[in-house]
């Protein structure tokens, strides 16, 4: 049983920085990918960046490019994602998913987490 597990989020004033972390475990494909996707309130779900665990090739949203980093540990399998310069609009919850490819669509992503709430406001 695979499972992912998001921790890092929390409340930031605007211009402020967070790191999110998600650890995997359990038996994945290890030659696909890792996502994280936010959901905000009445919104739908939307992709924010992902990484290929071999090679570490990265996606990123409009949203989150020149703002936000993925990055990964693959001994300790979990991925990281770096805000900054956070935006009210970035308010959401934030989860992770693996699936066997990189893409954008949350269709695309097996397993999931169940999310941590980051919420950006003055």
């Known amino acids: 049983q695979v499972q992912l597990v998001e921790s890092g989020g929390g409340w930031m004033y605007p211009g402020g920085s967070l790191r999110l972390s998600c650890t995997v475990s359990g038996d994945f494909f290890r030659g696909g990918a890792l996502a994280w996707f936010r959901q905000g309130p009445g919104k739908e779900r939307e992709f924010v960046a992902a990484?290929?665990?071999?090679?570490?090739?990265?996606l990123y949203a409009d949203s989150a490019t020149d703002r936000f980093t993925i990055s990964r540990d693959n001994a300790k399998n979990t991925v990281w994602l770096q805000m900054n310069s956070l935006k009210p609009e970035d308010t959401a919850v934030y989860l992770c998913?693996?699936?066997?490819?990189?893409?954008?669509?949350?269709?695309?992503?097996?397993?999931w987490g169940v999310g941590t709430q980051v919420t950006v406001s003055s």
């Open positions: 998913a693996v699936g066997s490819y990189m893409r954008r669509s949350a269709d695309d992503y097996d397993n």
């Open positions: 990484i290929r665990w071999i090679g570490g090739r990265t």
